[in-house]
């Protein structure tokens, strides 16, 4: 068995907007999905991208992939890559494919000079709370994420 990463192309978007989907059917949020396919490849491959992707692969065929972007730490004064999504499918769960697009973004945080790898997991995903713990990661229990969408975010954008 051969684990390979590499980078997305535009040709692997509908792979990306299929493992999209497979993820919130797998957490249980496919009626969160709302992505225009056209819209999530610009914004993904046009003139400004806003994530990368890395797809993972299993002796040639597509398992997996990890989407990803850079955020900030002024505490560190430095980069870091917070990680939106990271899927394998089922049959390929345990193939050790999960590890190596991890490490894969730890290596890309050293090339990049960035101070972190961080991501959010749902509270009841055991089995992958499991898996990132057993890699190193800790739960950042002091904190809670807060977010602002739909008509709450533009009644905000109004009062600017």
């Keep these: 068995m051969t684990l390979a990463i590499r980078p997305a192309a ?17 957490e249980k949020l496919a009626h969160e999905v709302r992505f225009d396919e056209a819209k999530l490849g610009e ?16 002796d040639g065929t597509p398992q997996g992939f990890a989407l990803f972007f850079h955020n900030f730490s002024t505490f560190e004064g430095r980069p870091g890559i917070y ?11 345990g193939s050790g494919l999960g590890k190596a697009l991890l490490a894969h973004l730890a290596k890309l945080c050293t090339e990049r000079d960035c101070a972190r790898l961080e991501w959010s997991v749902l509270d009841w995903n055991d ?11 800790k739960l950042m229990d002091e ?18």
Aim: no cysteine; proline share 8%; net charge negative.
């Design 83 to 93: 990680l939106e999504d990271l899927f394998v499918r089922p049959e390929a769960r």
């Design 143 to 160: 904190w809670t994420v807060m977010r602002v969408d739909g008509d709450a975010l533009a009644r905000l954008a109004g009062a600017a």
């Design 10 to 26: 535009p040709a692997d978007l509908p792979l990306i907007a299929q493992f999209i989907r497979d993820l919130a059917d797998y």
């Design 127 to 137: 089995p992958a709370i499991g898996f990132y713990k057993g890699l190193g990661a």
């Design 43 to 58: 914004k993904l491959f046009g003139p400004r991208p806003y994530a990368e992707v890395v797809i993972g692969e299993i």
